[in-house]
């Protein structure tokens, strides 16, 4: 069995006391397997995704990357594990350009300077952005940061890729882009975004979410075609299905 995994057990999480976020959340993850994580805004998709990654440690469950329990103690290798595209780019992006960026993480786990230059020229093509290499960040669009930010996780060659919403700010062709360098990761990934085209392009399994808890946890397809289920959870159906006749109602 790959170590490449996520587990979670009755992961339960507020931000403030007696005010929960997440109740109850259990699931688990695998190699190669790609994950939506759908469900209204406010929901919790943004706050599970900043647990498993460690941002978030005082929770009350299981929360276990790799067989490592996400605690304040085992951070720096969790952190080695996982890669996090942020919803805002300038969270992500701190540097003052492009390349300064991507080698950033590799430098600072003390890589030689020849892995590292070799690791952000092959980030930066898998993300189509070696044009960028030069380019300061504050000059940059909203979809280019969005992609220096992917390929900054990417340097660090992740097992595992946490992405959220990662398809805002960007334009149909950078979009089209995101969609193949998703496809083309080949380890586990979890996206949580409200755009479900996205998650119907890249995700073969779907996780819900609503009231705090994971609804239904399925094939991506099956779930995001079930009209009435995506409506009773504040949700409606993929763009590329609303008008067809082939969705379930009932």
């Given amino acids: 069995m ?6 979670v057990e ?4 507020g931000y ?48 276990r990357i790799e067989d490592i329990p996400v605690e304040k103690s085992t951070l720096s290798r969790i952190r080695s594990r996982i890669g996090y595209v942020f919803q805002d780019a300038d969270s992500q992006l701190f540097m003052n350009t492009v390349y300064e960026d991507v080698a950033f993480a590799p430098r600072n786990y003390g890589l030689p300077e020849k892995e590292v230059e070799r690791r952000v020229e092959q ?12 380019k300061q960040i504050y000059r940059m669009s909203g979809g280019e940061k969005k992609l220096v930010s992917i390929a900054s996780v990417l340097s660090m060659t992740p097992d595992i890729l946490l992405l959220d919403e990662p398809s805002g700010a960007l334009d149909p062709k950078n979009r089209r882009n995101l969609i193949r360098i998703l496809n083309g990761f080949d ?29 239904k946890d399925g094939p991506a397809e099956e779930l995001l075609t079930d009209g009435k289920l995506l409506e009773e959870c504040g949700l409606e159906l ?13």
């Fill in 2 to 7: 790959s170590h490449i995994r996520i587990d």
């Fill in 187 to 215: 380890h586990l990934k979890l996206i949580a975004s409200h755009d479900l085209d996205l998650i119907l392009e890249t995700c073969e399994r779907a996780v819900l979410l609503h009231g705090g808890r994971i609804v």
């Fill in 10 to 13: 009755g992961l339960t999480f």
């Fill in 123 to 134: 980030a930066l093509k898998m993300t189509g952005a070696e044009h960028l290499k030069e």
């Fill in 16 to 63: 403030e006391k007696g005010k929960e976020i997440l109740s109850g959340i259990s699931f688990h993850a695998a190699e190669s397997e790609s994950v939506g994580i759908i469900g209204e805004n406010g929901v919790g998709k943004s706050t599970l995704l900043k647990l498993l990654a460690g941002l978030c440690p005082e929770y009350t469950g299981s929360v």
């Fill in 238 to 250: 993929p763009l590329c299905l609303q008008g067809r006749r082939t969705y379930k109602m009932h």
